[in-house]
């Protein structure tokens, strides 16, 4: 399994019907405890009973950015390892979080140019 989604349950459905499995969490811990079951390996508290893949499990890991703001140190901890899975924010179903940078905006305030 190459990808995998923690969010809203109704974008949890909509990532099914393209073929990627995700779990739906409602608040911080829960967030936690699937991501840390993701990142450590395929179990029951990551809501999937699911084999490790030979290649090492889950490659992409798409999340919202609600979740991500409740995961907060840990994810950045994860990132700035460097390990499988990579991680992708991406708007919930409520759309962007207010004051939140994209990657775009990163971009465009690291290398100063405003096209």
């Given amino acids: ?25 409602r608040d911080p811990a829960e967030a936690a405890e ?3 079951g993701i990142t450590e390996g395929w179990n029951e508290t990551a809501g999937a009973v699911l084999p490790r893949p ?5 490659r992409v890991l798409i999340i919202t950015e609600e979740t991500a703001d409740w995961l ?9 390892s460097g390990n499988y899975p990579l991680v992708v924010e991406i708007p919930g ?13 990163s971009i465009r305030e690291a290398i100063g140019v405003h096209v």
Wanted: hydrophobic share 45%.
């Fill in 72 to 80: 907060g140190d840990l994810l950045i901890q994860w990132q700035l």
């Fill in 34 to 36: 699937v991501f840390r």
């Fill in 1 to 25: 399994m190459d990808f995998f989604f923690i969010g809203d349950p109704e974008l949890v459905t909509a990532f099914r019907f393209i073929g990627v499995e995700g779990t739906a969490v």
């Fill in 54 to 58: 030979p290649g090492g499990g889950c």
């Fill in 93 to 105: 179903i409520m759309g962007r979080v207010p004051g939140r940078k994209t990657l775009v905006d």
